[in-house]
C-alpha cells in the first residue's frame, strides 16, 4: 500500500477496520459508512461512491493501487463524489444489500464491490473491479467517474428512475423467496446436472468455484434418493478439487477458486468459510461412502485452519491474503 504520514491519514485513520486501515493513507477522501458521509453528500449535491472490500481481497489490492493511490483518479473522485469505504467483516449487512442490487444490475458480484448511489442510498450503477484506464472491456476509472458526474447533473431524473426500477426489482425478488417446495428442489438439481462438468467435476466452466453448499444439498438428495447419478456428480468434484491445484497439497486447505476449469491453477487467497464447508462436504461424503480419502481431506483441511487460521487467543481469522510481497501468489509458486 501506499506509504503513510499523519499528514496523509484520511478519515479512515481512526477506524478499527483492518481493511479500512489499509486505505487511510489513500489521497481520496474516504468517508467511513455513517449517516454523516450521506448527509455530506447531500449538502454538497453530489452521488455516493460505494467501495466495498475485505482485508486479504487481491483485486481489492489491484483496484486499490492502481486507483485509490493514484493522485489524478482520486482528484476525480473527490471533486465528483462523496467516497465511502467499507468492509465487509464488518458491515456484512452493507454488503448484502448491495450484493443484491449488483447481481440484479449485471448478472454477477463479487469484490471489490463498486455502487454508486444518490445521497438517500439509492443506487444507480453498480459493478466490481474497474481499472484506472479502460480495458479487459471494463471502463476505466478515469472515463466513468467524469460520466457518472455529467449525468448526475444532465440526467439525474433517469439516474433516480432507473434506482427506483433496481430497488423494485430486487424487493419484488426477495419477497418472491418463500419455503423450498419439492418442484423447486427438484428443479434445481436439474439444472445442477445440466452444468455439471463429467470431465473434471464442477459445475460450470472458468472460473470454477468449489460451492460445498451445492455438494451438501446434492449429498442429501442422495441420502434420500440414492440416485447413483447424484453421488457421483458429488464424487468427481471433491476428487477433482483434491487432485488440482485448488488444493493446497503441502500446507493443507483450499484456495479461493480455480482460474481454469481443471481445478488446476488457483486464485491463491484461502477464505475461512471455504475451509469450514468444504470440510463439512468431505467429511459428510466419507459418512456416506466410507472411502477414507474424504476424510483425510478434510483432516488436513481443519488441520490447516487450526495451525495457520487461529491466532494465540484462540480467534479463527477470516482469512489468508493471496498476495505475497505485492505479488499475486508469489508465496505458493
Avoid at 440416485?227 to 476428487?239: H, P, S
Wanted: hydrophobic share 40%; net charge negative.
Amino acid at each position: 500500500m501506499a506509504k503513510e504520514s499523519s499528514a496523509q491519514r484520511n478519515r479512515l485513520a481512526a477506524e478499527p477496520s483492518p481493511y479500512l486501515q489499509q486505505h487511510a493513507a489513500n489521497p481520496v477522501d474516504w468517508w467511513p459508512w455513517g449517516e454523516a458521509a450521506f448527509a455530506e453528500a447531500k449538502r454538497r449535491d453530489v452521488p455516493v461512491f460505494l467501495s466495498i472490500g475485505y482485508a486479504t481481497c487481491h483485486w481489492c489490492h489491484v483496484m486499490a493501487h492502481e486507483s485509490f493511490e493514484d493522485a489524478e483518479v482520486a482528484a476525480l473522485m473527490n471533486q465528483a463524489f462523496v467516497n465511502v469505504k467499507v468492509d465487509l467483516e464488518e458491515r456484512p449487512d452493507v454488503d448484502d444489500a448491495y450484493m443484491a442490487v449488483c447481481q440484479a444490475m449485471t448478472g454477477s458480484g463479487g469484490w471489490p464491490l463498486t455502487v454508486f448511489l444518490s445521497p438517500d442510498k439509492k443506487p444507480f450503477l453498480a459493478g466490481t473491479y474497474f481499472p484506472k484506464t479502460t480495458r479487459f472491456g471494463r471502463m476505466g476509472m478515469v472515463d466513468l467517474v467524469p460520466k457518472i458526474a455529467a449525468a448526475w447533473k444532465s440526467q439525474r431524473q433517469e439516474l433516480l428512475q432507473q434506482a427506483e426500477h433496481i430497488l423494485d426489482h430486487v424487493g419484488t425478488s426477495s419477497a418472491a423467496a418463500g419455503t423450498l417446495s419439492a418442484v423447486a428442489l427438484d428443479q434445481a438439481e436439474a439444472n445442477l446436472a445440466k452444468r455439471f462438468d463429467p470431465h473434471h467435476g464442477g459445475f460450470g466452466g472458468a472460473p470454477k468455484f468449489p460451492s460445498p453448499h451445492t455438494l451438501l444439498f446434492l449429498l442429501r438428495r442422495y441420502a434420500r434418493s440414492q440416485d447413483a447419478a447424484t453421488l457421483d456428480r458429488v464424487v468427481r468434484t471433491l476428487d477433482g478439487m483434491a487432485a488440482g491445484g485448488i488444493r493446497d497439497h503441502l500446507g493443507g486447505g483450499f484456495h479461493r477458486y480455480s482460474t481454469d476449469a481443471h481445478w488446476l491453477l488457483p486464485h491463491f487467497e484461502k477464505m475461512l468459510y471455504d475451509q469450514a464447508m468444504l470440510a463439512m462436504a468431505y467429511t459428510e461424503a466419507y459418512q456416506l461412502t466410507g472411502e477414507v480419502r474424504f476424510a483425510a481431506v478434510a483432516r488436513e483441511t481443519l488441520d490447516y485452519l487450526l495451525r495457520d487460521l487461529k491466532d494465540p487467543a484462540g480467534i479463527l481469522r477470516c482469512a489468508e491474503d493471496a498476495d505475497s510481497e505485492g505479488v499475486e501468489g508469489k508465496f505458493y509458486v
